[in-house]
């Protein structure tokens, strides 16, 4: 079996869980639950120095993070659907959607980071308004350049719908007022992708 390190929350974990579940592999990875596995979890966990989640423990005990990476070993593991796209231009489209989605959790995480790590007296609103900027202006450009995918989505279209999720669950679906077109997309992702609507984070 193939050991995920997992927050009930974490939109980098979704994705690999998305992953896998279109991939057909859900029976060969187990999610460790932090409060039930605590041990392994936390070895695994601190096996990753830079203490995050996901990482995994592979069926021969390499251990790989982060998200982009499993979500990349999954996709060697059935042929189809193909998730990362073998090479040219059609790959690097899907790696350049996939970590604008990366930046988009990472900045709206230091958002809640800054509120959950922070105390209020050290609250700094003009960094906390320069990483909210980075997400609205990402919306913005991702309203304008919609990307469709061909057949079925791929990783970056998985990223993408992972990090709208987690705005939605963050910053209570704000992005929505002014993305209408996105809304539908994410809408048509959702119904083209059950395992989006059963990783569902809880609110
Ligand atoms: N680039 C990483 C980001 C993972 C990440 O930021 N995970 C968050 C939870 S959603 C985390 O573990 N945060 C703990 C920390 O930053 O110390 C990935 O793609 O896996």
């Not at 998305?18 to 990875?29: C, N, Q, R, Y």
């Not at 040219?88 to 604008?100: N, P, V």
């Not at 050290?122 to 308004?129: A, Y």
Request: with cysteine.
């Amino acid at each position: 079996m193939i050991e995920v390190t997992q927050a009930p929350t974490s939109p980098f974990v979704r994705k690999v869980r998305i992953a896998s579940a279109m991939k057909g592999l859900d029976d060969k990875v187990v999610y460790l639950d932090p409060e039930k596995d605590k041990e392994r979890c936390a070895n695994l966990r601190a096996a990753n120095p830079l203490e995050k989640v996901p990482a995994a423990r592979l069926e021969d005990g390499t251990l790989v993070f982060d998200s982009h990476v499993i979500c990349e070993y999954l996709d060697t593991l059935s042929p189809t659907p193909r998730l990362f796209p073998a090479g040219g231009r059609e790959r690097l489209e899907t790696l350049t959607l996939g970590a604008l989605a990366d930046g988009i959790m990472d900045a709206s995480i230091l958002v809640v980071y800054e509120g959950r790590f922070r105390t209020p007296e050290t609250w700094h609103q003009p960094w906390v308004d320069k990483q909210q900027a980075k997400v609205d202006t990402s919306v913005a450009f991702l309203e304008s350049h919609i990307s469709e995918w061909k057949g079925h989505p791929d990783y970056g279209h998985v990223s993408i719908a992972c990090a709208l999720g987690f705005l939605d669950l963050r910053q209570g679906g704000k992005w929505r007022k002014s993305s209408p077109k996105l809304v539908q997309w994410l809408d048509r992702f959702a119904a083209a992708v059950p395992a989006f609507a059963k990783t569902a984070p809880p609110s």
